[in-house]
């Protein structure tokens, strides 16, 4: 025998059944995907949706594409990923034009990126955005 302790079973169970425990939290606010496999912000031009489904003053937030897309009221388009720069979550709630993250709570502004409500610090991610033949349309070269 080496002189150390070995590990009782009870031990080595107890720490097994701990660690799938431990990583759901990880998962949950894992960042770089946003879920399901979808990139944090689109790699291609992605076709969001019609133009009519953004206001004037108003915002909509595409989930699977993980995009929130905000009109000013001069008809100008904004886009920001939608993914937390705190813990990289999925955001998936828009209150008038105000994203909340289920995670931790942080709140940003869909017309300017801007941190509302720590903990975040740094704001959302900006893509180009137009709109092309009525549809929406953001992501690298839109």
């Known amino acids: ?11 080595v169970l107890r ?5 799938p425990v431990a990583g759901l939290g990880l998962a949950a606010c894992s960042g770089g995907s946003g879920g399901g496999g979808t990139p944090a912000t689109p790699t291609a031009p992605v076709t969001l949706g019609a ?19 905000s009109r000013a009221e001069d008809g100008s388009l904004k886009a920001f990923s939608s993914i937390c ?3 990289g979550c999925a955001i998936n709630k ?3 034009t105000t994203l909340v993250c289920p995670c931790h709570g ?7 990126g801007k941190v509302l ?4 610090t740094v704001p959302l991610h900006a ?11 953001a992501g690298p070269g839109a």
């Open 1 to 11: 025998m080496s002189g150390r302790p070995s590990a009782s079973r009870r031990t």
């Open 15 to 19: 720490g097994a059944a701990l660690t």
């Open 51 to 69: 133009g009519s489904e953004v206001a004037k003053g108003g915002a909509q937030l595409y989930q699977d594409q993980n995009v929130v897309v």
């Open 85 to 87: 720069t705190h813990a």
């Open 94 to 96: 828009l209150r008038g």
């Open 106 to 112: 942080s709140e940003f502004d869909a017309g300017t």
């Open 117 to 120: 409500r720590a903990p975040a």
């Open 127 to 137: 893509l180009s955005v137009e709109e092309k033949d009525g549809k929406i349309v």
